[in-house]
C-alpha cells in the first residue's frame, strides 16, 4: 500500500488503516535519522558564508592611507552629518525611488530603527498629537502571516495586537479599511511590501494606492513599511513595488509613512547600513530626537558600503550574485516538497519569487507537532505560531521554513526529515479523530 502507489493519494481520503500503514513507514524513515543525531538549523534567515564572502572585498576598500573624507569634503573619522553620509543616502534614495532628503541613514540594524520609532511614537507622539503611551490603549494592525520581531516589538512596548489576513497581493484592504476608519486607537500596521516575511507576498499597486488613500480615524496613524526585502530577487520578472511615499502625497497623506530597510543581507547582517525614509517633514521630527539620542552612524562603514555598491546598477547586479547562490536552495525544498507532499491534502507552500522564506501551511492543528517531531530529529525550525502576534497561530498550521543558511546537502536532509514529521502529524491526527 505504502510506496509510489499511495504517495500521491489524499490523506483526506485514506482510511485509518492506511493511514497506520503510512505512519508505521513514516516512522521507520524518521527513527533512521534520529540515529544520525543531526543538528541542522532551519530557524533563522541568516545569509549563508558564500553570500557573506561576496562582501569581503569591501573591507579592503578602507586603508590606513585611504581619503576617509565623503564627496562633500567631511571627514569621516570625526563627528558630523546625524543623519548619515551623503553617497549613502544618495544611493538609497534611488534604490527606494524617494528623496536624498526624505533618508535618513543610521547604524546597521533596521529593526533598531522601527523599535525606535514606534517608541518615539509611544514617549512623543507624531506630528504634535498626543503621545501614544498616553493613552489608555493603542493597537497596531499585523498582516500575518508576518515577522515575530515586528509583534515581539509591539508587544513588549505594551500595544495590542490585531491580525488581519495576508493574502498574496498584501493584507486584506477591505479589513484594514473597516478597522482604521472606525477605531481612533489603531495608530498602525506592520508591513513587509516586497518579498514579505515569510510569505514572499508583493503588494500589488491597487494595495499601496489604497493604502496611501485609506480614511483613518486616527490622525497620527502611520504605517510601518518595512522594505527589508526590496532588492533581494530570486528570479528574474519579480514584480516591482509601488512607491509610497509619493503616493501618500498625491493621495494628500504625506506624513503617513515609515520606511525601513538595511543592507543586512546586502552585504554583512548585523554590520551593514539600515536605512529610515519618510516625508521631510517625518524626517525633520525624528531627527529633533536623534541629535539627543546619538552622535551619529559609524560613517567609516558608511564610506566602505557606498564606495564599495556604488549605485542601484552595481547594487543590483550584486544582489543576482546573491541570488544565483541561493535560487537552488530554494529549488530544492520546493521541489522535495513537491515530491514528497504534492496531492497529499496535507500541505500547501510558496515558490518565493524573492526573500528569505518559504511559507507551508500544512494540516491544521498539526504545526507544533510537526516542530516538535524536527526538533526531535536534530531540524531546528522557527518555533509553531512565531508568525502569528503574540505567537498564536489560530490554525496552528503556518511553519517558516528558512532555507539560506545550510550547504545544500543539509538543506534536503532537513527538508527531507520535514516532510516525514509533516506526514507523521498528519496520520496521528487523523487516525485519532
Ligand atoms: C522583515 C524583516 N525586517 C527586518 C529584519 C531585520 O533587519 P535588520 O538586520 O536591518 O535589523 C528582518 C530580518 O530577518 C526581516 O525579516
Redesign the pocket.
Known sequence: MVGNSMSSVSFLKCSKTQLQEISDAERAKYAAFLAKNLKLDMS???PCKEQLDLSRPMLDILSATSDLKTESGIDTRNYALLDGIPEIKKLYAEILGVKESQVIAGG???????YDTVQRGMQFGFGGHTPWGKADKIKFLCPAP??D??FAVTELLGIEMIPVALRADGPDMDEVERLVAEDESIKGIWC?PRF??PTGAVYSDAVVKRFAAMKTAAADFRIFW?N??SIHVLTDGAPELLEILSECEKAGNPDRVFE??????VTF??A?V?FFASSENNVKEAKKVLTIQTIGPDKLNQLRHARFLKDKAATLAHMKRHAAILKPKFDAVTDALTAGLKGLGIAEWNAPLG???ISIDVLDGTAKRVVALAKEAGVALTPAGATFPYGRDPRDRNIRFAPTLPPLDELKTATEIFISCVKIAACELKIES
Request: hydrophobic content about 25%; glycine content about 16%.
Open positions: 533563522r534567515g541568516k546597521s540594524s533596521s529593526l533598531n530603527m522601527m508576518g515577522y520581531r515586528h513587509v514579505s516575511n518595512d527589508a526585502y525601513f530597510t538595511s543592507t543586512s543581507k547582517a548585523g551593514g539600515a526573500g528569505y522564506f
